[in-house]
């Protein structure tokens, strides 16, 4: 009995671990690196965002912020090109979780995003850039459409241009 308990518990908490977000991973391999900045968003804040006019008055918004669960923000304006490089390596790490998406290079940075989809749903979006010597990492858990992506990449490129 207390074997299969055990093997129940082993079962339980190696799902709970693959069921952490790009951001949790790169933060638990980076916890005492002070050169990094993590704000996470929690799906209690997500929802007190829905109670913004602004908001509330943008219909497609709302369904947009209504659907997403969390978010998280990790930035450095140290090591830039070395936190992009083992964002990478997490990615590597975890290849079988997600798709690449869109990728962009330019003379000031670079930038990707990766998506994690479960029965043909965006469940994850993880957006990493290292541009203008700066790093910083977007991941938002949550139910996202391609449109919501895009638009996000197009007002990221609208920023660098």
């Not at 951001?23 to 929802?47: G, Q």
């Not at 990478?88 to 940075?109: C, H, M, Q, T, W």
């Amino acid at each position: 009995m207390k074997s299969v308990l055990l093997t129940l518990l082993m079962t339980v908490l190696s799902v709970a671990a693959m069921a952490q977000d790009f951001a949790t991973r790169f933060m638990a391999e980076h916890k005492k690196d002070a050169n990094l900045t993590c704000i996470t968003i929690s799906p209690t804040m997500m929802k007190q965002i829905l109670k913004v006019d602004a908001v509330e008055k943008d219909e497609k918004m709302a369904d947009v912020i209504s659907n997403l669960k969390s978010m998280q923000l990790i930035t450095s304006k140290m090591k830039a090109a070395r936190y992009y490089q083992e964002a990478l390596k997490v990615i590597e790490k975890n290849a079988n979780r997600f798709d690449p998406y869109l990728s962009s290079k330019d003379r000031f940075g670079e930038s990707r995003i990766m998506v994690r989809r479960h029965k043909g749903a965006i469940v994850e979006m993880v957006m990493f850039t290292n541009y203008r010597k700066a790093f910083s990492v977007i991941n938002f858990t949550g139910i996202m459409s391609d449109e919501f992506i895009s638009e996000l990449a197009r007002s990221m490129r609208q920023k660098r241009s």
